[in-house]
């Protein structure tokens, strides 16, 4: 079997999900290719070697430079804060790597634009944005029936994405809430996946018309050990800083084929957790997803007869499903992490292929443009052209 071995630069809570992906992923499909989980970086060495021991990582280093410059490595995982894709990823290019990337791509369209025209430049190389929620049975269904028809001309998105993590005012400044590392509040962390989807199965965004708002300005910061999301703990002899992202953003989009959208998310949406929910609607049905729910989707179809009309669930764990037949018999349900297994599966035969996986650099490229354009919308109070 053909290796390709794999640095990963970062280890809280997606090195966690992307590492169970390295190490999972050959066991249970075929890939052509097995990846090496060969050497974890962080700048914390204990902490850094206890990770690496316990997911199976062979090595560690301290420095990312170090790890893009090595000759044996062949594909660079990226799971730090947005401020550190841009150098990673055009680094890793450069040096001739795989990327596998986390979302958002960049911190903004500047740096997502020279990240696809080098990328564009390294015709074999495969590189990828992780919305991994594109990789999930159910989504993958409703692209089918979108695709076969049953759904007709769409007229509507009805999307959120919603968490509560920030809605305690003692929740510290973590560097989801800084602009100068995050780039955006929810609007590029959770808005990126919903625009992501809607350009999956919808099609392209024209413009956008957003509202955002700030409900707490200043917050307690954060202690060394805090990751970016969830659980945060606050040093409070550290002072307190501002919040420099916004805390939820409402956007209406107008799609290229006719049909209106809407995206709606914020983090203080108390006993939402991983909100990540649509609604399509179109001229022969209905479809809806609830990624809490992630294993169901809902069809509605206008052509079953009147009488036997309403919302079906279906249970998205037969065999045919997309990726099942490499997990249980049906009605064994998979979870969050294997939507990560399915994006290396992916990736690792588009590196056998030579066929660019998507969403990829240019997708990632696309969302900046459209987040961006959200975001200046509600700066200036206008619709904007994207
Ligand atoms: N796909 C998803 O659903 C999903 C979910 C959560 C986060 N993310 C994305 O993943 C990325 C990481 O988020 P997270 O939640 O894992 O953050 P986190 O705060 O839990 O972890 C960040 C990691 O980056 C490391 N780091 C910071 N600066 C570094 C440096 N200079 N060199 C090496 N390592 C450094 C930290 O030590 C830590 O290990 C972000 O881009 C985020 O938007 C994606």
Redesign the pocket.
Known sequence: MKTMNVGI?????????HSNAWSKAHQFFDMGIEPVMKVA????PD??KE?ADNWGWEEIE???RKVVARADIDIID?????Y??FD?AMAALKAGKHVF????LAMNVEEARLLCEEADMHAGLIHYV????RRCPAVMLAKQLIDEGKIGRIFHWRGAYLQDWIVDPNFPL???LQADK?GMGPQ??LN??SVDLARFLIGEIESVSCMTANFITERVLPDEA?????NGTADVAAGKGKVTVEDAAFMHVRFVNGALGSFETSRFAPGRKNYNYFEIYGSKGSLVFNFERMNELQFFSLEDPTYAQGFRTIMVTEGEHAYISGWWPPGHIIG?EH??IHAVVDFMKAIGSGAQISPNFHDGLREMEILSAGLLSAKERREVKV
């Open positions: 630069i970062g280890y809280k809570f997606m090195g966690k999900a970086c962080g700048r914390h902490a850094l990770f301290t420095d990312w990226i799971c730090v804060p947005q550190l894709h990673i990337c986390e979302k958002p992780n919305h991994n929620y973590t560097w989801h995050a590029g962390d990126s996946h805090a990751s970016g999301t969830f969050y939507e990560f």
